[in-house]
Structures are given as C-alpha cells and as structure tokens.
T-cell receptor, first 115, second 113 residues
C-alpha cells in the first residue's frame, strides 16, 4: 500500500486566498483525521471522520476552516480566507475502526505558508 | 484539563547507550497510549500502541510500558544508534473517544557516534 497520500506537499499563498488540502487515506481504513502542527501549539487534532461522517470537529479553530469526506478514498481541508496565523504543517492520518483503538498512520504532511 | 507531558524535551547520548523517554498524562482513564517517531520534515511513524489492558509492548529494540495508576508511560530504547535520532511523541485518547489523540510536545533525541 502507498500509505496516506497528501497533496500538495508545500503551499505558499497570500492572505485572503482560499487553500485546499487533499488527503487519500489507506484503503480499508474507517477513520480519517486532520491534524495541525506548529512550534507553539504542537500537534493538534482538528477533525476526524468515521465512515465518511464527521464525528468530532471541536478542534477546528474557526469557521474559516471546513473539511469534507465525499467518499472513503478522499478528504479535503479548506481554509477560506487564509491568514498568516494558519501557517503550519497539516497532517492527515487514517486508521482501522472497531471496538478498540488501532494505530494511526500519518501522511507526509502539507507545509502551508500564508504571507 | 487533559494533558500529556514529555520529559526531557531534548536528549543527546552517545551511540550504544540504553535510554528511557518519559511520558505522563493527567487522566488515568485513557483507552490506550501510542508512541510515534517523527523525523525532521516528515510525518509521524507509529512505533508502539499499548491498549489500556496491557502493561507493555515490545518491538525490536523498543519497549514501551504503561502504568495507568501513576499516569506514566516510558519508552525504552536499547543500544541506541545514530539512526534513532528523531523526535519521539507519545499520545493518548482520553474520555472524548479512543480515537481522539492528545499529543505530548515530544522529546528530541540525538544519538552521536
């Protein structure tokens, strides 16, 4: 398996622009997670999905952030409008589901810079 | 507040040394605890997952233990190698759901030849 795939790997945009990050989870995984990593706040869970349904979005910082999972093999995280404080590395992860927790597998991340 | 703390923040050791990384958590009602490795500019790689009913897990030179009553986990690395240099993070899901991980800030390990 190719693992979790994220695109783009790097994104540089100007303040006010819309940014869309993409993720393809590992085939067969029921859960998909979006994280953000910064030096100041470390790694934070933004939102996660189970079987394409958003379960917990309490980590989404503002209404400017939205996430969708239209099918089992694709998810997007959108920021509109973007601001300099959104600059961070955004990770997508996926895992199996069930009555116990399974290991989460992370993608390589998207480094976002908002100028 | 549910928190995960890692000490030390950074560690530098000579090759061949056995070492212990520490992780503490504020809520003993965790579902499991996971240890990850992160190389510079890369994503996280899962190393070990300990379910709440287990006390330890082993993989090669790595051994992780879990003591829920004291709110602690340790990652033991035997015979360290320069290739072990990375940041090690522990994470635990608390009562918000066993998939909702809260991460520690990590321990940055440097193993020098």
């Amino acid at each position: 398996d190719a693992g979790v795939i994220q695109s783009p790997r790097h994104e540089v945009t100007e303040m006010g622009q819309e940014v869309t990050l993409r993720c393809k989870p590992i085939s067969g995984h029921d859960y998909l997670f979006w994280y953000r990593q910064t030096m100041m706040r470390g790694l934070e869970l933004l939102i996660y999905f189970n079987n394409n349904v958003p379960i917990d979005d309490s980590g989404m910082p503002e209404d400017r952030f939205s996430a969708k999972m239209p099918n089992a093999s694709f998810s997007t995280l959108k920021i509109q409008p973007s601001e300099p404080r959104d600059s961070a590395v955004y990770f997508c992860a996926s895992s199996l589901g069930g009555k116990m927790a399974y290991e989460q597998y992370f993608g390589p991340g998207t480094r976002l810079t908002v100028t | 507040k549910q928190e995960v703390t890692q000490i030390p923040a950074a560690l530098s050791v000579p090759e061949g040394e056995n070492l212990v990384l520490n992780c503490s958590f504020t809520d003993s009602a965790i579902y499991n605890l996971q240890w990850f490795r992160q190389d510079p500019g890369k994503g996280l790689t899962s190393l070990l997952l300990i379910q709440s009913s287990q006390r330890e897990q082993t993989s090669g030179r790595l051994n992780a233990s879990l003591d829920k009553s004291s709110g602690r986990s340790t990652l033991y690395i035997a015979a360290s190698q320069p290739g072990d240099s990375a940041t090690y993070l522990c994470a635990a899901p608390f009562s918000g759901g066993y998939n909702k991980l809260i991460f520690g800030a990590g321990t940055r390990l440097a193993v020098h030849p």
